[in-house]
C-alpha cells in the first residue's frame, strides 16, 4: 500500500534525519509489525501453556520487552477465548517501550495520567502484580469507558480508573505517586502506516498545539510526583517540538528533576511503528504536599459515612456468598467497599492513604474491583470478579478446551449441560483461564456471560 504522506511533514522529517531519511520513507512500503503482551498474573513465558501460545499465534520476543511479541497478523488472537480471558492484551510493538522505562515495582502507587485505552496501563498493572496502587486516568468519558473495560479484561484487582482532568487530580493527590507514566496527547506521526486516517489530521499547526497541551499535561503531572518518584513521558509522534524540546522545556522549568534516560524508537531501524520515551527522577525534597493532601480527605470523609450500614450489609452478603463460591485461596486486595446503588466495589488502598472521600466529585468509570450486585438481599457476582481469578479461587469450575464446543456455545451466552450434583456459583474456565461466571441447577448451567462481551454466531 503507498502511502500519501503531507508534504510539509516529509521537509521536517528529511531535515531531521539526513542521510537516515531514505531508510526512513522506505520503512512505510513494509508490513507494519503486530504484538501482544504477556498477562503474568495469569500466564508467564515459563509456563508450559505458553508453549502453547507460542506456537497458536507464531510469536517471537520483542527485544525491549520481556513479556512482548510480535506475533503473525493472519493468526487473530484478539477473536481467540484468550483474549476475552485477560492472558493477554494486544498491543503496538513499539509502545511496550514506554512501562518498560518507568519500571514500576510490586508495592509502587502508579498514575497513568493519559491511559485510554490501557495498554500502558495494563503493562504497569503486570509489573507492579497486585501489590501497591495504579491509578489510570482518561480525560474524554467514551475513551475512559474503554480503559476500564480493559482493565476489568485484565482481571487487575488493585486499578481505579478515573474520568478527569490533570488540574483535577493534581488538587487531589499533591506528591502522592512514587511513579507517574504521561503516554502525551500527540501529533500521531508514528500512527500512519497503523491508521492512515490519521494523516489528514496531520498540521504544523496540530504539532504546536500538542506541544501547548503536553506542557499543560506534564505541570499538573509534576505536582504529584513524589521526592524521588520516577516520571516517564512518551509519545507516538517523531518531531522535536513534542519530545526532546518538551523533555528541555521541563527541566527548565523544574531543576529538581534529572533527565535518566530519553530513548527514539524508529520503524526503520526497529520493527514496530516508533516511539519516544524519556525517564525523568524528581531529585527534591519532600514537601507538605502528601500532608495537605491528607487533611483535605479527612474533612471530606465525614460526608461519605452515611451509607456505612448499607455498605455492611452489602459486604455481609458477598462474604456469605464466598463462603460457598471461594476457596480460601482467594484474598481481597487491602482497601474500602463501596456501594454505588446495587454496585459494590472495593477500592484498593494498595499501601496508600487513598479513600474515597479523595476520589470525592471526581468521575469513576471503575472505583476498583467491581465484586457484584447486591438485589433483594443476594449476591451476584461480578463478571470481574471472575477475571480477577485464579480457577482454584473457585469452590466449583469447569474447564473447557479454548476449541471445544462448550467453550463456543458459552461465549455465545447459551446453557451448557453438566452433572446433575453440580449446584451454585461455577468458574467457566478455558484451557484453565477463568472466563466467567455460571450458574448450576438440576444439570444446566445458566450462562452469566455479560451480554455486552458475548460473540456473535
Known amino acids: 500500500m503507498t502511502i500519501q504522506l503531507p508534504v510539509d511533514f516529509l521537509r521536517r522529517m528529511k531535515l531531521m ?14 508490513p507494519r509489525a503486530y504484538g501482544l503482551r504477556l498477562n503474568t498474573r495469569k500466564l508467564t513465558p515459563s509456563s508450559q501453556a505458553f508453549d502453547r501460545l507460542r506456537s497458536l499465534f507464531q510469536l517471537e520476543q520483542v527485544p525491549w520487552c520481556s513479556t512482548g511479541y510480535y506475533y503473525d497478523e493472519d493468526t487473530k488472537p484478539g477473536r481467540h477465548p484468550y483474549h476475552a480471558a485477560g492472558v493477554y492484551y494486544i498491543q503496538e510493538p513499539s509502545a511496550m517501550s514506554a512501562a518498560e522505562a518507568l519500571a514500576a515495582e510490586p508495592g509502587d502507587i502508579v498514575l497513568d495520567l493519559a491511559a485510554a485505552p490501557g495498554g500502558k ?83 504544523e499547526q496540530q504539532v504546536a498545539i500538542c506541544a501547548s497541551r503536553q506542557q499543560d499535561i506534564l505541570l499538573d503531572a509534576v505536582k504529584m510526583l513524589k521526592p524521588g518518584g520516577t516520571l516517564a513521558y512518551s509519545t507516538c509522534t517523531f518531531n522535536e517540538e513534542e519530545n ?29 511503528e516508533g516511539h519516544f520515551v524519556a525517564v525523568l527522577k524528581h531529585t527534591g525534597a519532600e514537601d507538605a504536599g502528601i500532608a495537605n493532601n491528607s487533611n483535605r480527605a479527612s474533612r471530606r470523609m465525614k460526608a461519605s459515612a452515611q451509607s456505612r450500614k448499607a455498605i455492611e450489609d452489602a459486604m455481609a452478603l458477598y462474604e456469605t456468598f464466598a463462603g460457598t463460591a471461594l476457596s480460601s485461596s482467594f484474598i481481597l486486595p487491602e482497601g474500602e467497599p463501596l456501594l454505588f446503588g446495587e454496585q459494590l466495589y472495593l477500592l484498593p488502598s494498595g499501601g496508600s492513604k487513598l479513600s474515597s472521600a479523595m476520589l470525592g466529585g471526581l468521575k469513576t468509570p471503575r472505583p476498583g474491583l467491581h465484586l457484584g ?69 438440576s444439570g444446566v448451567l445458566k450462562n452469566h456471560y455479560p451480554k455486552g462481551l458475548r460473540r456473535p454466531n
Not at 487531589?172 to 491508521?195: L, T
Not at 524540546?245 to 526503520?268: C, D, K, S, T
Not at 473447557?400 to 449446584?423: C, F, M, N
Request: with cysteine; aromatic share 10%; hydrophobic share 45%.
Open 373 to 441: 450486585t447486591v438485589r433483594k438481599n443476594r449476591f451476584e457476582p461480578s463478571h470481574a470478579l471472575a477475571l480477577a481469578m485464579r480457577r482454584e479461587d473457585a469452590a466449583l469450575s469447569l474447564d473447557y478446551a479454548a476449541d471445544s464446543a462448550e467453550i463456543a456455545a458459552y461465549w455465545r451466552g447459551e446453557t451448557l449441560q453438566v452433572p446433575v450434583e453440580l449446584k451454585g456459583w461455577v468458574l467457566v474456565t478455558v484451557d484453565g483461564f477463568p472466563l466467567g461466571w455460571g450458574k448450576a441447577s
Open 17 to 30: 534525519l539526513g542521510d537516515r531519511y531514505d531508510a526512513f520513507i522506505a520503512s512505510y512500503e513494509e
Open 244 to 272: 526532546e524540546q518538551i523533555i528541555n522545556w521541563l527541566i527548565g522549568a523544574y531543576p529538581e528533576l534529572a533527565l535518566v534516560r530519553m530513548e527514539r524508537f524508529w520503524p526503520h531501524e526497529r520493527p514496530g
Open 121 to 203: 496501563s495494563t503493562q504497569i498493572a503486570d509489573q507492579l502484580q497486585g501489590q501497591g496502587l495504579l491509578v489510570s486516568n482518561e480525560i474524554h468519558p467514551a475513551r475512559a469507558a474503554i480503559l476500564a473495560e480493559n482493565i476489568e479484561r485484565m482481571g487487575i484487582p488493585n486499578a481505579v480508573v478515573t474520568n478527569a482532568s490533570p488540574a483535577q487530580l493534581a488538587e487531589r493527590f499533591p506528591g502522592f505517586f512514587d511513579r507517574i507514566m504521561v503516554d502525551a496527547p500527540c501529533s500521531g506521526e508514528g500512527m500512519f502506516r497503523k491508521e492512515p486516517e490519521t494523516i489528514g489530521e496531520w498540521s
